[in-house]
């Protein structure tokens, strides 16, 4: 079973930026692939940004080229730097972990952006 926590959501200026960290633990061998989706306004989960064990990443139109997606595959950790924030950024983010075929998540980290 994974296990996935999250930390670095908080509550910043427009323009500004935060580090969302994720670490997977438990009895499992390394992720293929982690990454962050993030509530949408309507309903359902929007992709943000992903990164396979081999260093492919993945973004959506929206942040590309304002949030950096990085892994440690050592620790079994992914990081999503988020630079230039929007007030539109304003939602929940989830973390994802994909563990031989099965997709795990976290419990989801609030950030907020004041404009």
């Known amino acids: 079973q994974v296990q996935l926590v999250e930390s670095g959501g908080g509550l910043v200026q427009a323009g500004g930026s935060l580090r969302l960290s994720c670490a997977a633990s438990?009895?499992?061998?390394?992720?293929?692939?982690m990454g962050w989706y993030r509530q949408a306004p309507e309903n359902g989960r929007g992709l943000v940004a992903t990164?396979?064990?081999?260093?492919?990443?993945n973004y959506a139109d929206s942040v590309k080229g304002r949030f950096t997606i990085s892994g440690d595959n050592a620790k079994n950790t992914v990081y999503l730097q988020m630079n230039s924030l929007k007030p539109e950024d304003t939602t929940v983010y989830y973390c994802?972990?994909?563990?031989?075929?099965?997709?795990?998540w976290g419990q989801g980290t609030q950030v907020t952006v004041s404009s």
């Open positions: 438990g009895r499992i061998d390394s992720p293929s692939a």
């Open positions: 990164i396979t064990r081999g260093g492919s990443t």
């Open positions: 994802f972990a994909d563990v031989v075929g099965l997709r795990s």
